[in-house]
């Protein structure tokens, strides 16, 4: 073979390899953009609560183009949400084998499985997804949160504590009150296991976090008088009416209780007289010092003292129902009919007495932990 007809023949297989590239290089352009195209329309269906249809794109994206990892991750976190957390899971895990993966895809894919293993009640996976996610990135804000809410929904109070304790970044108060909330639970855990002495040890160790606390009064109160111990759980309720007078219906329902237990019910004419004299808008202790007076048969001392409590919170249902008695018991019927009438109207309304000032969660019951939101110690009186 001369050289000439050679040369010819490298020259024509370089062509021929060289046609090969460009049509496969268009081929991959055209490929890549149709599967860009499914996958935004997969998205406008996710946006418009489409998710079957949504699906049916996003699974046609991946069939284009194997390496479309989110598409992988949205078809997964859409199973999730139909209840299929463990296809979720499988979809999402797969991913993790693919050794191309950027640390920011690695962080998406273990974003979705924590929620997978959430949704699935596999906490320990999930709690692993995250330190994955922390391996990529240390101080991933994400997957410590996260992390504090699994730790949340198994009940794993301690840890839940430790983490919040390391948090460095919260406020001083919003800190304290978690943590004082943490102890609680774990003082309630105690009781389950009939271990008082423990339980009023997280107890005290809450009320020491925060005042704010009321929940640890409560329950260190009751905790006293389960194990008949009622001049100490006085001592608490006394403790919670004097550091924090914001809710003392709470307090003063035991205290009548525990006061009746030591044969001292009397005195608690004086613990409402005492609130009152540094603490006169606490409506409870006007109620409850009206209702003494009415006893004692003093019926006018008892109007003046819900007149006053009236002028601290107007609707109060429970006062101006003791004033229509009290005013029948004086005769004055067309003042008591008055207030009646002006109750009647009032009572249609929602009376749910207490707020979540985060998510506006509403109940007629005090709550620490609000269930909707899982915010904690944010329940105010609805005004």
């Not at 859409?78 to 895990?93: F, N, P, T, V, Y």
């Amino acid at each position: 073979m001369d050289q000439t007809l050679f040369l010819l023949i490298i020259i024509g297989i370089l062509a021929i390899v060289l046609i090969i590239i460009l049509w496969l290089f268009r081929k991959g352009k055209t490929v890549t953009g149709e599967a860009r195209t499914e996958y935004i329309a997969g998205l406008n269906f996710l946006l418009a609560d489409e998710k079957d249809k949504a699906l049916e794109k996003l699974r046609s994206t991946v069939r284009m183009d194997t390496e479309f990892i989110d598409a992988y991750i949205k078809i997964g976190d859409i199973l999730r949400s139909q209840g299929a957390a463990d296809g979720a899971i499988k979809i999402h895990r797969d991913l993790l084998v693919r050794p191309n993966l950027s640390d920011n895809q690695r962080i998406a894919v273990n974003k979705a499985l924590a929620k997978d293993y959430q949704a699935a009640k596999k906490f320990p996976q999930a709690l692993q997804a995250c330190d994955h996610i922390l391996d990529v990135e240390r101080g991933n804000a994400w997957a410590k949160d996260f992390q504090l809410a699994i730790f949340e929904e198994m009940g794993d109070w301690q840890s839940a504590y430790n983490v919040v304790r390391k948090n460095s970044k919260l406020p001083k108060d919003e800190k304290n009150i978690r943590l004082a909330c943490y102890k609680v639970e774990q003082g309630r855990q105690s009781v389950a296991l009939n271990q008082e002495h423990d339980a009023r040890v997280h107890y005290r160790e809450a009320i020491k976090l925060s005042p704010d606390c009321v929940q640890g009064f409560l329950e260190l109160a009751d905790s006293y008088m389960r194990d008949k111990r009622p001049s100490d759980a006085l001592d608490a309720l006394k403790n919670l009416i004097q550091k924090n007078p914001n809710f003392p219906e709470l307090a003063f329902a035991r205290l009548k209780h525990v006061l009746f237990d030591l044969g001292q019910f009397g005195e608690i004419e004086e613990v409402y007289r005492d609130l009152l004299k540094s603490n006169p808008q606490v409506v409870e202790a006007q109620l409850g010092l009206a209702e003494i007076y009415e006893k004692k048969g003093e019926i006018r001392h008892a109007v003046d003292v819900c007149n006053k409590a009236l002028s601290y919170d107007p609707d109060r249902v429970d006062v101006k129902l003791m004033l229509v008695r009290l005013q029948s018991k004086l005769g004055r019927d067309e003042r008591a009919a008055d207030i009646a009438s002006e109750l009647a109207g009032q009572l249609l309304k929602d009376r749910n007495r207490y707020i979540c000032n985060v998510c506006n969660y509403t109940n007629q019951d005090y709550f620490w932990h609000c269930p909707q939101c899982n915010s904690w110690n944010t329940a105010k009186r609805r005004v």
